[in-house]
């Protein structure tokens, strides 16, 4: 437990490492919400770029000893100096060794404490006993295997703290008050203290410090360091506002929705932290292979420097040098950064484009998705439909048969229930709410009014026979009003396309991806949606379940399935999908269940994460064959193919040049992963 610095919570450490450098980097959520560090990246960095910074003056001046000055003091002189390197900057590997030892398991630090401390130890021994052992020295390959490794980390560290810029931003995004209106008047109060429900005022250029929706005032927000959004985006009454984001010029009073820990800032930075974390298929792939791969090295180093001993007749100089040179050249670095490298970066692309990728396996997932299964109304349409026609009975009616509308769906969040409420405003008829009011999700909504039970179902197709007589246009989505069971008026909604929803559709099409409709709307409502998009495959009139057997279905098939919804009735689709992606304005059900949110709500984020999730995939791949690649090379070169041709002389500069590839190789996976940051994707989405 510790103290946050800002709010004065007590907190519990969430401890996070990658195996890039041996520093740990540990972030924390207080229960406000609040992200911070433990230890700043900046200070890692400072305390490697220290080690950094004495391993090289002195290893040059270990090469000068003894290689410039060959003589006893000389020699001694370089022992003292390598001894240094070995034992100060080089102690990282020997508490990574120790570590592993603990936890069972095999690391890159075994191989490289073990090769540089062979290589040290018998030059000491030799300098100490020299009427037992030739006089060879090699406290400059001891050293610069330190110093070279050191440095490869060094710069790993300098590239991936560019990758996990998005969560180092996250803690700077909060302010630690608020203005919280009491009893009519407004008292600043940290973080700490606000609730749901509670109502905040935020001034001009402040950040909002909870997650709620506008109830006075008009503003515009800038949400681009949450969303990705450049422009600035207006905010109304009704309208949902997010923790983090800049006010405008327009102050406002907001409703608390969610505070602290609940807050978006706070899930994206969950994510990208588990992100940080996970263990997805690929990356347990990785930990095997190194965990059989270090105890596999020191079997051959062994194996090698024992046939050049005996076998060879090299003597054991060579013999020590192809041990030192088997296990420094196929240390494993690649291997343990390979997966995290390319997850962390991807990750953190996304966010900064309103992406947020949930679940330990979703990136994996997604990139092996082949069909699109997408809900209409929210999710290709803008979601705010308007009441355009009613066609009612003889014995009601329009502002009748909309005040027992609106009754029945005044608790609801269903857009065609804001379009209902909407027109009863603009119209100013009154009404009750409604009693025993129960929501059937894909089907309608009923209640007690007035001694009447009060039906409003959506789209049904066919009508009622009694209502057929109601006749209303094409291509409208349609909501029947029913009396005790008897049809008393249809209304009619129109929802156009989101702009978004064209391109989007268009880009998975040149990626070779199915795109399916599946909705609760009629056929005559969908087709006019389906056809302006240029989808060709409907089935509309779909319950909930009915989505579900479609998608267990195309299952079924072999197909990899994405489901693309907002309502509570998407929820099961939503879930039972190979990823599911929910739409950022959807509801919380919705939000909850999908794999994938687009936090922006806009449709091109599908294509984006598509097509991030397989370049991130595909640099993991990328990662692993490298990795593999460099050690089938030089493991070889390593334990003597080259000696024929060269004689074993090359055994005197292999050690320090397998520590210089090796630490090379390290740094080209990072690289490699960190060029998804400019990636050319989705326009428009990121």
Not at 84 to 101: K, M
């Amino acid at each position: 437990m510790a103290t946050d610095p800002v709010c004065g919570m007590w907190v519990e450490e969430r401890s996070t490492s990658l195996r890039l450098e041996r520093q740990q980097r540990t972030y924390y959520f207080c229960s406000e919400g609040c992200l911070h560090q433990f230890a700043e990246p900046e200070r890692a960095e400072r305390r490697l770029l220290q080690r950094v910074a004495v391993a090289w003056p002195l290893t040059i001046a270990v090469v000068i000893l003894v290689y410039a000055v060959p003589s006893l003091p000389s020699t001694v002189g370089a022992a003292i100096l390598a001894a240094v390197v070995q034992f100060y900057p080089g102690a990282t590997f020997y508490s990574g060794s120790a570590d592993a030892v603990r936890d069972r398991s095999w690391n890159m630090d075994v191989l490289i404490a073990l090769g540089s401390t062979v290589a040290f130890g018998y030059s000491v021994a030799a300098l100490a006993l020299p009427t037992y052992l030739p006089h060879d020295y090699f406290f400059d390959a001891s050293a610069l295997i330190v110093t070279l490794i050191l440095t490869g980390q060094y710069l790993e560290h300098r590239t991936r703290a560019r990758a996990g810029s998005a969560l180092a931003r996250l803690g700077e995004l909060l302010p630690s008050t608020a203005l919280v209106v009491r009893e009519g008047a407004e008292r600043s109060v940290p973080l700490g203290e606000l609730r749901p429900g509670e109502r905040v005022r935020v001034l001009p250029g402040g950040r909002f410090p909870v997650d709620g929706t506008v109830r006075s005032g008009t503003t515009q927000a800038d949400e681009s360091l949450l969303t990705g959004e450049s422009l600035s985006v207006p905010k109304h009454v009704g309208d949902r506002v997010y923790a983090g984001a800049v006010n405008g010029e327009g102050a406002v009073e907001v409703e608390a929705t969610a505070v602290g820990s609940d807050t978006f800032v706070s899930e994206v930075g969950r994510l990208l932290t588990d992100a940080e974390m996970s263990r997805v298929p690929l990356k347990r792939v990785a930990d095997r292979i190194a965990s059989v791969f270090v105890p596999t090295v020191l079997a051959l180093a062994l194996v090698a420097a024992v046939f050049w001993l005996t076998v060879g007749g090299a003597g054991a100089t060579i013999a020590i040098l192809v041990f030192v040179t088997v296990t420094i050249t196929a240390c494993p670095c690649s291997f343990g950064i390979a997966t995290p490298a390319a997850l962390w970066v991807g990750a953190g692309r996304a966010a900064e484009s309103g992406v947020l990728f949930r679940g330990e396996d979703t990136v994996e997932r997604a990139a092996r998705i082949d069909v699109v299964v997408t809900d209409k109304t929210g999710t290709l349409t803008r979601g705010r439909p308007s009441l355009v026609e009613i066609a009612v009975g003889p014995s009601v009616t329009d502002a009748q048969a909309l005040a027992y509308a609106a009754a029945v769906e005044s608790g609801s969040e269903h857009p065609l229930a804001r379009a209902v409420l909407q027109e009863c405003r603009h119209r100013g008829i009154s009404f009750a709410p409604a009693r025993e009011i129960r929501a059937e999700p894909g089907v309608g909504v009923s209640g007690q009014v007035d001694g009447h039970r009060i039906e409003l179902i959506r789209s049904p197709d066919p009508p009622s026979a009694d209502a057929r007589s109601f006749a209303l246009a094409d291509g409208l989505t349609v909501a029947e009003l029913r009396r005790d069971g008897a049809p008393l008026a249809r209304f009619g909604f129109r929802d156009e396309p989101t702009p978004s929803a064209s391109p989007a559709i268009a880009e998975l099409r040149r990626a070779g991806v199915r795109v399916v409709i599946a909705t609760g709307d009629t056929d005559s409502a969908a087709g006019p949606v389906a056809r302006a998009l240029g989808i060709t495959e409907l089935h509309a009139g779909l319950t909930p379940a009915g989505k579900l057997a479609l998608l267990r279905s195309l299952q079924a098939d072999g197909h990899r399935v994405a489901f693309v919804g907002d309502g509570i009735n998407d929820a099961p689709a939503l879930a039972a999908a190979d990823v599911g992606i929910a739409i950022g304005s959807g509801t919380d059900v919705a939000r909850e269940a999908g794999g994938i949110l687009l936090v922006r709500s806009d449709l091109r984020g599908v294509p984006f994460a598509l097509g991030l999730a397989r370049r991130t995939v595909a640099k993991v791949r990328g990662n692993l064959a490298w990795a593999v690649g460099y050690n089938l090379v030089l493991l070889p070169v390593a334990m003597g193919v080259l000696v024929p041709w060269l004689g074993l002389g090359v055994y005197s500069v292999l050690p320090i040049v397998g520590a210089l590839a090796m630490a090379l190789s390290s740094t080209a996976v990072v690289l490699n992963s960190i060029s998804l940051r400019w990636a050319r994707l989705t326009p428009g989405a990121a």
